[in-house]
């Protein structure tokens, strides 16, 4: 977690095994802050969001993953577009759209 930089060094405070990520199952130290990332669908709904579950806002998230995983600090409007794009990708169940939920913003 955090290609370009620091996640946990971003989010504060101390590590603990779960920060370990797949290291916890493998022992393989390539493994470590390493994580198995579940599929986007209903991602508007999955929240909190990281391992740690850290950020309730899908807005948050994006911004993070920008810094982290790709180096950029995206405007807020590219990241409006983004959490849009994301949000299509909320199904339904039973012929009602899950959307229609509670979620937060």
């Not at 950020?55 to 995206?74: C, D, P």
């Not at 405007?75 to 959490?83: A, L, N, T």
Request: proline share 3%; no cysteine; hydrophobic share 35%.
């Amino acid at each position: 977690m955090g290609v370009k930089e620091d996640y946990f060094a971003m989010r504060g405070g101390d590590l603990t095994e779960v920060d370990n990520g797949r290291f916890n199952v493998t022992k393989n130290e390539v493994d470590r802050h390493a994580f198995k990332v579940p599929v986007l669908r209903n991602v508007e709904l999955t929240y909190p969001y990281f391992h740690d579950g850290s950020v309730n806002k899908l807005s948050e998230a994006v911004r993070i993953m920008g810094v982290t995983q790709l180096g950029k600090h995206f405007s807020e409007d590219d990241i409006q577009k983004m959490v849009s794009f994301l949000k299509t990708l909320t199904g339904e169940y039973q012929s009602v759209f899950l959307s229609s939920l509670k979620s937060p913003k």
